[in-house]
């Protein structure tokens, strides 16, 4: 089955610095990445997503890159805000009935004022 | 809030007691996920349905484990049997159709004693 490896386990940054946190995966038939944002109590909150015939998407601060070739992809987060501040979590899902997502361990960032 | 709702949001049970857990997924969705996710770790499958139909379950899902969606809206997962190691956060997610983008609910935290 899939296998998503994402690094790094924690990160810290200046508030107005980005933060990059990097994803790879093992099954070359996947081809949805999302990325999802966890708060302290509360479920995963989808913040970007791309399609495996896409090789960048963007939406303001946030943007996601994806290196099929290497089987890996990245969320690169610009003008961090101490809001920024949770965990990360990668994820990617299989062709197959299910389409189930397969998650990174996750990557606690935490934004310094 | 992303529209998932799910019930208790939290549960402390004694080792051997049956829990059961609700989702109510976003209105019109077919598909229903639903995932573990212990402390420090991303969420793992645990099983979904289109619509009433439970169409894969993951081997995590030992014998104790059942789950409905009685008609293709709300459903309960419920343990038998509680053991320790039950002990985490379980998360359901509902999609419009294979593929779609997983929108997740805030969790129900187990804690066995």
């Given at each position: 089955?899939e296998?998503?490896?994402?690094?790094?386990s924690?990160?810290?940054?200046q508030e107005?610095?980005?933060?990059?946190?990097?994803?790879?995966?093992?099954?070359?038939?996947?081809?949805?990445?999302?990325?999802?944002?966890?708060?302290?109590?509360?479920?995963?909150?989808l913040?970007?997503?791309i399609?495996?015939?896409?090789?960048?998407?963007?939406?303001?601060?946030?943007?996601?890159t994806?290196?099929?070739t290497?089987?890996?992809?990245?969320?690169?987060i610009?003008?961090?805000?101490?809001?920024?501040?949770?965990?990360?979590?990668?994820?990617a899902?299989?062709?197959?009935?299910?389409?189930?997502?397969?998650?990174?361990?996750?990557?606690?960032?935490?934004?310094?004022? | 809030?992303t529209?998932?709702?799910q019930?208790?949001?939290h549960k402390i049970?004694?080792?051997?007691?049956?829990?059961?857990?609700?989702?109510?997924?976003?209105?019109?969705?077919?598909?229903l996920y639903?995932y573990?996710q212990?402390?420090?770790q991303?969420?793992?499958?645990l099983?979904?349905f289109?619509?009433?139909?439970?169409?894969e379950?993951?081997?995590?899902?030992?014998?104790r484990?059942?789950?409905?969606?009685?008609?293709?809206?709300?459903?309960?997962?419920?343990?038998?049997r509680?053991?320790q190691?039950?002990?985490?956060?379980?998360?359901c997610?509902?999609?419009?159709?294979?593929?779609e983008?997983?929108y997740f609910?805030p969790?129900?935290?187990l804690l066995?004693?």
């Amino acid at each position: 089955g899939e296998n998503v490896e994402q690094h790094p386990s924690t990160l810290s940054v200046q508030e107005g610095d980005s933060a990059v946190i990097k994803c790879t995966y093992s099954d070359s038939a996947s081809n949805y990445f999302p990325w999802y944002k966890q708060e302290l109590g509360k479920g995963p909150q989808l913040i970007i997503d791309i399609r495996s015939n896409v090789g960048e998407k963007k939406d303001q601060r946030i943007a996601v890159t994806l290196n099929k070739t290497a089987k890996h992809f990245s969320l690169h987060i610009t003008e961090t805000q101490p809001e920024d501040s949770a965990v990360y979590f990668c994820a990617a899902s299989p062709l197959g009935s299910a389409r189930q997502l397969t998650f990174g361990s996750g990557t606690q960032l935490t934004v310094l004022p | 809030d992303t529209g998932v709702s799910q019930d208790p949001r939290h549960k402390i049970t004694k080792r051997g007691q049956n829990v059961t857990f609700r989702c109510d997924p976003i209105s019109e969705h077919n598909r229903l996920y639903w995932y573990r996710q212990t402390l420090g770790q991303g969420p793992e499958f645990l099983t979904y349905f289109q619509n009433e139909a439970q169409l894969e379950k993951s081997r995590l899902l030992s014998d104790r484990f059942s789950a409905e969606r009685p008609k293709g809206s709300f459903s309960t997962l419920e343990i038998q049997r509680t053991e320790q190691g039950d002990s985490a956060m379980y998360l359901c997610a509902s999609s419009l159709n294979a593929g779609e983008t997983q929108y997740f609910g805030p969790g129900t935290r187990l804690l066995v004693l």
